[in-house]
């Protein structure tokens, strides 16, 4: 058997000789069997547009809805995040934000004009994220239709001249060639080709897996696109710090601090409510990860709707609680102290947990102690007072000359105070952190150096002001809290479908080969019938002559070859036009 088999374009074998005008004529030659093997639109030589607006209109159009300007506008849009990642966005941290415009007087106002601050809400971000949807779009629709008629409709009919293919094998056999057609149209279809007789020949097409992978690959990313814009539209994002004991309704004014989407209704919040019972944490005590959380989780006891039935669960970091919709993450933990605070009489001004948050990860920690309604000084006038606190579960004793904790466990608990008191200015109407002081109209409490009054305490001390003013107790109960960040976002499921589905239509596309095989069965001048075999596939690979010579070599054994009669005739030559160029056949072998 007589096999060639080279390697070429989509279109048509390239080959070293000829002249553009003769690979013109072979193109011509492969007619519709030559067509295109996938999707994709022909290109086209630029040409000025029209003038008018309609004319400008079509050029923007084609320009926008051509698969190389979505390519770019993918790539923007992955540079344009870029900043997001790098630049503190108000949206997730304002104080960051307000650090960086203090700490950059010159590059804060050229952020501020270019939106940096808030990328993702940014006129521009948004205006490349729109039109790579509608260049998505653009794309997607016409090579839809496209790819539907070619399922709709037949693999193209055999050239007339089949050795112009990459792939093509030849033998003469005894067998008749309506024998040889049958047999060759019960083998690829078989094998999963589409086939059908197109006059002396069997045509046959393979691989459109690829083409649906590639359209599905693009679905995916609309898919992902709008669950995106929706998730950011309609999403809800708040963070509670909750004392071990304590208790949360989903409720607006129950958060630390929220934001949501611009369409975001409060009545989309689920409602649920928990208790925190207990935060369980342990830590590696030595070695290189000294001080690594080893458990880290917290026991909650909550409910779904108003009387809802009471469950228990255990939230861990990255093992949330799902509650509908609503996701409650573990995302940070500290320690409060419980502070007691009495007046110069000895009555209980102020009792309770103290939250203070860490500033390392030995939970070193820093807050306030805010003494607002119910204490008078010893004139008998109404005050509050204030205590800046700083903690420390592992003190490193005095030598160490810091207050900065060795480790995160409650090893050596240790409480600094510095007192003061005056107006706290609570009263101004303008929120306040809960965590700092405004000493503006504060004074200090003096030792007897004249100095700032503080103390360190441990567990179970007392810390007496100056003049009968009072005194500060660190009780022995050092209770723990743990932060929650609550998050609502639709439309996350559909950006997993969606990016799953653009892997799988991305994998098919880089794997699967679409590809189209001929068997033309004629009758010799001789009576010995001609079987001519021809592959073509989408892009250079050697999958297709491995395929073909696999097929010839089975379809060999059904009808197998004979002897030319001439070994200078061409069995090509014969079954088609005489052609002085056709590469002359060898004798009948079995591959």
Known sequence: MSTTSETGSEETPARPEGTAADSGARDQ??????????TAPKEELPNLPALGVIGWA?????QLTSMRVALLLLLLL??????????????????????????????????????????????????????????????????????????????????????????????????????????????????RFRAHRAG?????????????????????LIVMLIAFGWGQLFKSEGNKLI??????????????????????????????????KSFTGTYEATGPNKGTPRVYETELIYSEGAYGEEKKTTVEVNKPLKIGDAKVYLVSHGYAPVVTV????????????????????????????????????????KEQLGFNAFFVPTFGGPATGTMLSQFPALNYPVLALSAYHGDLKADAGIPQSVYQM??????EFKDSEGELFKKLLMPGETMTLPDGAGSVTFEKDVKEWAGFQVVQEPGGGWALGGSLFAIGGLACSLFIQRRRVWVRAVEGPDGVTVVEMAGLGRSESAKVPEELGDLAGILYDRAPGVPDADPDSDPAASADSPDPQAAPAEGAEKP
């Open 29 to 38: 030659e492969l007619g519709a069997a030559g067509s295109q093997l996938s």
């Open 58 to 62: 079509r050029w923007f159009w084609r």
């Open 78 to 191: 992955s540079l344009a995040a870029i900043p997001g990642s790098l630049i503190p966005q108000t949206g997730i941290d304002k104080t960051r934000v307000d650090d960086f415009r203090e700490q950059h007087d010159v590059l804060a106002p050229i952020y501020d004009k270019l939106g940096l601050f808030n990328v993702y809400s940014s006129v521009w971000f948004s205006a490349v994220y729109i039109l790579l949807f509608i260049s998505l779009i653009g794309c997607i629709v016409p090579r839809t239709w496209q790819f539907v008629g070619q399922l709709r409709g037949r693999p193209p009919g055999a050239p007339r001249r089949l050795t112009r293919l990459p792939a093509y094998t030849t033998w003469r056999t005894e067998a008749g060639p309506e024998q040889v057609r049958e047999a060759a149209l019960a083998l690829l279809r078989k094998r």
């Open 200 to 220: 002396d020949a069997v045509a046959a097409e393979k691989g459109y897996l690829r083409e649906v992978g590639n359209l599905a690959f693009h679905i995916a």
């Open 243 to 276: 004392v071990e004991g304590q208790g949360f309704a989903n409720t607006l004014s129950q958060y630390d601090d929220f934001k949501s989407g611009n369409l975001f209704d409060v009545a989309d919040l689920e409602p649920f409510s928990f208790q925190v």
């Open 342 to 381: 009495r007046d110069g009489e000895g009555k209980v001004v102020f009792k309770d947990a103290v939250p203070l948050l860490p500033l390392d990860a030995n939970v070193t920690s820093s807050g306030v102690v805010k003494v607002l309604d119910g204490y008078r000084n010893p004139e008998g006038k």
């Open 438 to 443: 405004d000493k503006t109209k504060m004074k």
